[in-house]
């Protein structure tokens, strides 16, 4: 880690963090919590945060400096719900949503609905592929632009 600075060693256990909670608690960690994990006070948390979302690391929710995402985890419900064991999830898109199980090492269960139709669609991955495939993943945007807004995409 030679050459790192001190803030970049401090975002580094602060994302470590954000992705451990995701992963025990299907939820984004709050200021006090990361700030709680990482002893440091909520001011500097809430700095890190920032310094993540600028690389990209993590996305805020707009006007806040609250996570709304931790690729591949979303931090509030949308139509992508991931079920690993007794623990949910929320991806913001198909690619997401298999990213968790893959992500995790474990199968999985995703609901979800047609882009076109919103007709029902359920999703089992086990072993790192979908079992029984059907159906079309369309990704509408291309990935070097995903960022330009990322709530769309």
């Not at 419900?77 to 474990?106: M, N, Q």
């Not at 882009?115 to 990935?143: Q, S, W, Y």
Request: charged letters at 25%; one cysteine or more; a positive charge.
């Amino acid at each position: 880690m030679a050459g790192m600075h001190k803030a970049d060693l401090f975002d580094r256990k602060v994302r470590l963090h954000i992705y451990r909670h995701f992963i025990r608690t299907g939820r984004a960690p709050s200021h006090a919590e990361t700030a709680r994990a990482v002893s440091r006070p909520t001011r500097e948390v809430r700095a890190a945060y920032r310094r993540l979302a600028r690389r990209h690391t993590i996305v805020l929710q707009e006007g806040t400096d609250e996570i709304l995402r931790a690729a591949p985890f979303w931090a509030l419900p949308t139509r992508f719900h991931v079920e690993v064991g007794r623990r949910f999830y929320w991806g913001s898109c198909i690619w997401d949503a298999l990213g968790i199980p893959i992500l995790l090492g474990k199968n999985a269960r995703i609901v979800t609905g047609c882009g076109c139709c919103d007709r029902a669609m359920v999703l089992e991955v086990h072993n790192g592929a979908i079992k029984n495939p059907h159906g079309v993943v369309h990704i509408a945007v291309a990935a070097r632009h995903w960022y330009d807004n990322v709530v769309f995409t």
